[in-house]
T-cell receptor, first 113, second 115 residues
Framework: EAQVTQNPRYLITVTGKKLTVTCSQNMNHEYMSWYRQDPGLGLRQIYYSMNVEVTDKGDVPEGYKVSRKEKRNFPLILESPSPNQTSLYFC????????????FGPGTRLTVL | AQTVTQSQPEMSVQEAETVTLSCTYDTSESNYYLFWYKQPPSRQMILVIRQEAYKQQNATENRFSVNFQKAAKSFSLKISDSQLGDTAMYFCAFMKHSLNYQLIWGAGTKLIIKP
């Protein structure tokens, strides 16, 4: 089954404790992206990647890092989480440059205390 | 800068009725895409329908159709014969034909289908 998976689905952590949210897709997609969703704000892009070893900042990259060492995986790293990073996070992927449909993972609910 | 506006924070209709969700956007681009995504209580983001700006014909997907008015920058979603499973948040999104294919999102409309 074609899908985008994220882990964990739920995470409660404390300020300053490094964490990683994994994202994996099995569709051989080149383009992957991370979003955060906050009430009343819709989704905002954090980082995106157009291919292996190619990543760039979105609208709200502060406090986040990403890597793309393999085509299928695009982890989101919070080196020192803070309470303002409490949010719902989505990973998305699409087939290639020029393809307009992004497929979303199930979301990760992160709470930073 | 591109913006997407959904003016209806919440709507509710009876099962089997038709409902229309509104969306307007602002852009100076001529080549772009528009989307409606559905987010049920499971929180997964599901693509409902998409529209290419260069196509004049309105997109349809089974019970879902759009009314795309390019000059007015309007992109409404019509759900016919609404079902209980249509209860969800609905987001309108805009993507310009640019390098990072960033999606610009509206704030969403909460749709409740009542039995």
């Amino acid at each position: 089954e074609a899908q985008v998976t994220q882990n964990p689905r739920y995470l409660i952590t404390v300020t300053g404790k490094k964490l990683t949210v994994t994202c994996s897709q099995n569709m051989n997609h080149e383009y992957m992206s991370w979003y955060r969703q906050d009430p009343g704000l819709g989704l905002r892009q954090i980082y995106y990647s157009m291919n292996v070893e190619v990543t760039d900042k979105g609208d709200v990259p502060e406090g986040y890092k990403v890597s793309r060492k393999e085509k299928r995986n695009f982890p989101l790293i919070l080196e020192s989480p803070s309470p303002n990073q409490t949010s719902l996070y989505f990973c998305a992927s699409s087939l290639e440059l020029g393809t307009d449909t992004q497929y979303f993972g199930p979301g990760t609910r992160l709470t930073v205390l | 800068a591109q913006t997407v506006t959904q003016s209806q924070p919440e709507m509710s209709v009876q099962e089997a009725e038709t409902v229309t969700l509104s969306c307007t956007y602002d852009t100076s681009e001529s080549n772009y895409y528009l989307f409606w995504y559905k987010q049920p209580p499971s929180r997964q983001m599901i693509l409902v329908i998409r529209q290419e700006a260069y196509k004049q014909q309105n997109a349809t997907e089974n019970r879902f159709s759009v009314n795309f008015q390019k000059a007015a920058k309007s992109f409404s979603l019509k759900i016919s014969d609404s079902q209980l499973g249509d209860t969800a948040m609905y987001f309108c999104a805009f993507m310009k034909h640019s390098l990072n294919y960033q999606l610009i999102w509206g704030a969403g409309t909460k749709l409740i289908i009542k039995p």
